[in-house]
């Protein structure tokens, strides 16, 4: 029978994990997010994204990491498997307790450089930051593997359990690993959000679903990335500017938020809509865009559907 404290083990069992995998992908959603959009000049906090927005942003994010950590995890556990099975039939067995010594001695020298790298970084040979996390992870790797291959190779001689010292070992090693598994999902997670806002900006031009955007006042765009033109005044008529040459980049009930089609880091012009009786937004789909000769970047229009036939 189940009793009040085994009741609330089995709770916080289930909620625990679930709760700090939500918040995992709520972080690494966020930050891919907010590289994208700091790509266009955009501040992600003011939109508003919900904890769902930023838990589906990092689906695309997170799955790369955990096809790479499943690859690594079904390499060491066969490499692990087939080293017990050595050490049990007695092989070799000096070459596995140099190569366990040598493992974790280069395991330490690893460890130490990341940790240099973050303590005194004027004088780290790591360069690159990206190789800090990679050096840390690396070696906590190799200290667990060393010293797994040291404990075994006791095992076979006189079987006893594992010293406070290895299991010490092991738990700052897993700590460390982690770390630098949440390092370097960091580091991935803002190169995916910045790569996926050059790609977009890169296919903006030629991209086949044109905005038509219709204001009752005048915006005063930029003249050479979107093109104003008038709707006159006739009776009745609420919108007298329309502007075309625009691109949605991110759509909301409340707002849209677009970019010209000739979006560039030099012209990082972006216009955020509110969903009111101020404003048209009509949506047109062009197909073949790309194919047409106004599809050419050294042209003198601001887009391809308003070039000259």
Request: hydrophobic residues 50%.
């Amino acid at each position: 029978m189940f009793t009040v404290d085994k009741w609330i083990g089995v709770i916080a069992g289930v909620v625990a994990p679930t709760t700090v995998l939500t918040g995992l992908c709520y972080y690494f959603g966020y930050v891919s997010a907010r590289a994208y959009f700091a790509h266009f000049g955009i501040d992600t906090d003011a939109f508003g994204f919900s904890t769902a927005d930023y838990v589906l942003r990092s689906v695309s994010v997170l799955y790369p990491a955990l096809v790479m950590l499943l690859a690594a995890g079904c390499v060491v556990f066969w490499t692990r498997a087939y080293g017990l099975r050595v050490l049990r039939r007695g092989r070799r067995s000096g070459l596995a307790r140099r190569t366990g010594w040598v493992t974790s001695a280069v395991g330490a020298l690893l460890t130490t450089l990341a940790v240099l790298a973050v303590v005194v970084p004027r004088f780290s040979v790591l360069r690159n930051p990206a190789l800090v996390p990679v050096f840390l992870g690396l070696g906590a790797v190799l200290i667990v593997a060393g010293t797994g291959i040291l404990a075994a190779l006791r095992q076979v001689t006189t079987p006893q359990s594992a010293s406070s010292a290895e299991r010490a070992t092991w738990l700052f090693a897993g700590a460390a690993v982690v770390l630098a598994l949440f390092w370097l999902t960091n580091i991935f997670a803002t190169e995916y959000g910045r790569a996926q806002a050059q790609n977009t900006a890169a296919d903006l031009w030629d991209k086949e679903t044109v905005v038509v955007l219709d204001t009752a006042d005048r915006l005063f765009a930029p003249v050479n990335l979107v093109r104003e033109s008038g709707l006159g005044a006739a009776p009745g008529q609420r919108f007298a500017y329309r502007y075309e040459c625009l691109r949605a980049l991110f759509a909301r009930p409340e707002y849209w938020v677009l970019v010209p089609a000739r979006w560039t880091a030099q012209y990082g012009y972006v216009l955020i809509v509110a969903v009111d009786e101020s404003s048209r937004i009509s949506v047109t789909r062009r197909e073949g865009l790309a194919d047409t000769p106004a599809a050419n970047w050294d042209a003198q229009w601001p887009c391809p559907e308003v070039a000259p036939s």
